[in-house]
């Protein structure tokens, strides 16, 4: 029985047969070819999901999963982590949990600053940008302060400055 080798792609008749990559052309990723100063951050380690059955939900992140319970407001909000991250589970009781085939869970995404006055500078950076903040800078009650916009496709994205994981206090 003989292999048949696509034309192009495979060539030579060695076991070390040589590999022809055909170059794509169009680029699927945008390439900005000018450099932007923005101000820093250390990723993305915050996470907050709308659920349905919050007893369920932190259950299983907890006793399954390992997470310690950080900080637990009321009953409607607990808040989640393995040490490095941040997990918040938001009450949906305003019916923004996930439907049945899964979507629409996510309340927002955090991405994570070394100090609260980073968030002030994304703010400033981001509005100079054209990007319209959903809620200006502020200081939550657990000492955590951020600000709100969203991204191009709707999805609400957090700057926090949340002490236990910054890396400062």
Request: aromatic content about 8%.
């Amino acid at each position: 029985m003989q292999c048949r080798r696509p034309p192009a792609i495979i060539e030579g008749d060695s076991p070390g047969w040589r590999v022809v990559r055909i170059p794509d052309p169009e680029p699927r990723i945008p390439i900005y070819d000018h450099f932007m100063p923005r101000p820093s951050h250390l990723g993305l380690r915050h996470l907050a999901l709308n659920v349905r059955r919050m007893a369920e939900m932190k259950a299983f992140y907890v006793s399954l999963l390992g997470f310690q319970v950080e900080w637990e407001p009321d009953a409607q909000n607990v808040y989640l982590t393995s040490g490095r991250d941040n997990l918040a589970l938001h009450d949906a009781a305003g019916g923004q949990a996930a439907d049945e085939e899964g979507r629409g869970a996510l309340d927002h995404l955090g991405l994570i600053v070394a100090s609260a006055g980073l968030v002030d500078e994304w703010a400033a950076f981001l509005e100079s940008n054209g990007v319209t903040l959903d809620v200006q800078p502020k200081t939550h009650r657990d000492g955590a302060r951020s600000c709100y916009f969203r991204d191009p496709d709707g999805n609400r994205v957090q700057i926090i400055h949340h002490p236990p994981i910054s890396g400062t206090t």
